[in-house]
């Protein structure tokens, strides 16, 4: 009957339909399929594997490895769904410990793309070649048979993948450019290659003679990170390595090549494998990323590399095998002992610039009745701490000689002057200009002081209000120390200047002092100078002049508030002519004017009361925070207190930093123990170094 027959096609329509939609849940882009064929080369033992691309994949994508090959028996069915040779019952998925398993990701591949096969046993005499589409075998050419055909070929597989996503032209408008899709291809080898450094890789695109990525195998994890991403790299790399295979609940083992702090670079760049398939966890990131904050400077980040070996039964099974984020048993708990052990190998490396070992001060409240006489007795609340001065003598020993004057010599005095500038900076301000508190009717307003009170750790702000600075460590890592009583700290004051700058940000909200440009610079032209700079936004594939325009009007549209609230004046030219004055004397970096004004457009959230204020005035802050990361590319000389080669613009920032910014922070900073817990190290205690020195 006429109707059984179009219901039939109907359906078959649907079912190629459906399986189109499933593939390209599994395969979103050209490296997504190759990431499912390398890990089929890898299982199949391969010991060498090309890729060669044309247009990014999306053209051609082929793959060629020396693995154990197809038996041509196993062709007719090798792309239909739910066929592997990896799992043969339910039972077997946890035991499973090799990459894909569940026999989709060819069929999705020949769903979305024309599929061929060259394969090879070490049995057979010849190789066989076939193509598939939707599944299943199909003639080359009209006409011909669907059968495998007997060819010449090497032993192994070759995989052929063109013209990916031909049939859905949605997806396809999707991707953005073939070059980016290169580079996605590049990076995935990449890791691959670094995970599997005794296995030699190399990728290019068709036509190319030289291959982008290429390594020799027979190599190490180490070698191979140096290879592909640098030797300079591979010279501040630490190893950790954790074997918690006796753990009863979920035995675990890892290994990592972490950076040290002298590897500064822009991106955190992070290779994951779990049971040796790259995936992502957003968990680990975060723990990997927190570790860092305390050690590197803002926007400076780590490469780690990290490699988890769990039982197979402990990875969560549901989690689609192709989804790159994976859960696992006792996530929180292994993450948070993978991020303990990396973050104890960093201090252990003891490099110049790592100071993390970190005694909190929590609890430890000194005695404030008499600040400046430092042979009296201290009372410590803290257990840990001893007594640390004798009772009766008047005598002071050295030991317990503290700074107690501004007068005291810094660390910038040991260091000769020569610029005669410098010379009228040299008297140090004594006594702040006060900052007066706003009178604010806005409810967000006085929540979000209320909150800033709320946050006050009391130990902190007493280190604060009594210490005695005594000077920049590294200005590039933004590294101060202070001293209070017989303690030394180093302090991130870059870090604390944020959150100093958003409290008087906040302080005096509405009315605030300000600085007048002159000549006014144009809005929209200093918009377009960030947006141009920004890598972010050109990989957006939005035209400059356009962000910058949106960003701009965002702006325009709020002119009025923008000057009665946080004193920005931007007039009907728009010319912004007042930016506003936080701190008196202090004068933000212009150079990142343009910055700050772009930040503005997607950083505040414009459509809250409260989040507006409370994100515009951080925004404020970052752009006042001292960040004198002048040169990104770090001297090798490995001299970190260095400074011989200081610039106006830098003497004048560390001055500004000692003479305005400390001075105010102590009279007016409500520090929060989080910073505390992230920013500040105890580094020594004056006792304890002499105890040590007296051995010598
Ligand atoms: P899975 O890898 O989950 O088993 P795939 O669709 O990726 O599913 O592959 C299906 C099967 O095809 C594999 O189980 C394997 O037997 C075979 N196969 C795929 N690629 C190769 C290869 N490069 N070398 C040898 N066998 C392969
Ligand atoms: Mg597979």
Redesign the pocket.
């Known amino acids: 009957m006429s109707t059984d027959i179009q219901t039939a096609v109907i359906k078959r329509l649907e079912e190629s339909l459906i399986n189109r939609i499933a593939a390209g849940e599994i395969i979103h882009r050209p490296s997504s399929a190759l990431k ?1 064929l390398l ?3 890898l ?2 033992g391969a010991t060498s594997i090309k890729i060669t691309a044309k247009d990014g994949g999306l053209k051609l994508l082929q793959i060629q ?1 020396n ?4 038996r041509k028996a ?1 062709l007719p069915i ?1 792309c239909e769904r739910f ?4 799992l043969t019952a339910f039972e077997d998925l946890s035991a499973l410990t090799t ?9 999705s591949i020949s769903h979305v793309a024309h599929l061929s096969v060259v ?1 090879k046993t070490r049995t057979d005499s010849c190789a066989w070649r076939a193509c598939y589409a939707d599944g299943v075998l199909v003639p080359p050419k009209p006409g011909l048979t669907a059968d495998p055909k007997p060819c010449a070929g090497n032993d192994g ?1 070759l ?1 052929t993948v063109e013209d990916l996503f031909y049939n859905t032209p949605t997806r396809l408008a999707a991707l953005r450019s073939s070059s980016d899709e290169y580079k996605r291809i590049l990076d995935v080898v990449t890791q691959y290659a670094v995970h599997n450094p005794t296995i030699s890789f190399q990728c290019k695109k068709v036509g190319q003679a030289q291959s982008d990525v290429s390594t020799p195998g027979g190599s190490t994890v180490h070698q191979a990170i140096g290879l592909l991403y640098g030797s300079s790299l591979s010279k501040d790399l630490v190893h950790v390595a954790i074997d918690k295979q006796k753990e009863k609940e979920t035995p675990w083992t890892a290994e990592a090549y972490i950076s040290n702090p002298n590897h500064q670079s822009k991106r955190f760049t992070f290779l994951l494998f779990i049971n040796h398939r790259l995936v992502d966890s957003l968990r680990m990131k975060r723990a990997i990323e927190a570790v860092y904050t305390g050690i590197l400077p803002k926007g400076a980040s780590p490469f780690v590399y990290l490699s988890l070996l769990l039982d197979p039964k402990d990875v969560d099974p549901n989690v689609h095998p192709t989804k790159r984020e994976v859960h696992f048993l006792n996530e929180e708990a292994i993450t948070q002992t993978i991020a303990d052990y990396m973050q104890t190998s960093l201090t252990k490396e003891g490099t110049s610039r790592t100071f993390q070992t970190q005694t909190l001060l929590t609890g430890g409240t000194l005695d404030t009745s008499t600040p400046q006489r430092p042979s009296k007795r201290r009372k410590l609340d803290d257990e840990n701490e001893e007594e640390i001065a004798p009772e009766a003598p008047r005598k002071v020993y050295s030991q317990y000689k503290v700074r107690t004057s501004l007068q005291d010599r810094t660390l910038d005095s040991w260091i000769p002057v020569t610029q005669n500038e410098s010379s009228e900076n040299a008297q140090p301000v004594t006594h702040v200009k006060e900052i007066k508190e706003s009178e604010c009717s806005l409810t967000s307003v006085g929540e979000l002081r209320a909150e800033v009170l709320d946050n006050r750790h009391r130990g902190f702000a007493e280190i604060l209000e009594k210490h005695i600075f005594v000077g920049i460590a590294d200005c590039k890592l933004c590294l101060s120390l202070l001293q209070c009583d017989t303690k030394l700290y180093l302090v991130n004051h870059a870090a604390l200047a944020e959150e100093f700058f958003y409290q008087i940000g906040l302080r005096q909200f509405g009315n605030m002092h300000k600085i007048k440009l002159e000549p006014a610079p144009p809005l929209r032209e200093l918009i377009k100078l960030a947006v141009a700079a920004d890598p972010e936004f050109s990989e957006s594939g939005m035209a400059i002049d356009e962000g910058a325009d949106t960003i701009a009007q965002i702006l325009v549209d709020r002119a009025e508030m923008l000057e009665e609230y946080f004193a920005i004046k931007i007039d009907d030219k728009g010319l912004v002519q007042e930016i506003p004055m936080l701190l008196r004397d202090y004068k933000p970096n212009l150079d990142k004017l343009p910055l700050f004004l772009m930040r503005l457009g997607p950083q505040v959230q414009w459509d809250s009361e409260k989040g507006c204020m409370s994100s515009f005035l951080r925004e404020l802050a970052y752009f006042y925070t001292p960040d004198t990361q002048r040169s990104p590319s770090r001297d090798d000389s490995g001299d970190s207190g260095g400074d011989s080669g200081m610039d106006g613009a830098e003497k004048a920032a560390r001055w500004q930093i000692q003479h305005i910014l400390f001075p105010a922070m102590r009279k007016y900073f409500v520090p929060p123990k989080s910073l505390l817990d992230r920013e500040v190290v105890q580094i020594a205690n004056l006792p304890d170094l002499y105890r040590v020195f007296e051995r010598c």
């Open positions: 499912e890990e089929n080369a299982d199949a490895d693995g154990s090959g197809i196993d090798l066929t592997t040779s990896k990459y894909g398993f569940r026999g989709e990701a060819l069929a394969t597989t995989l």
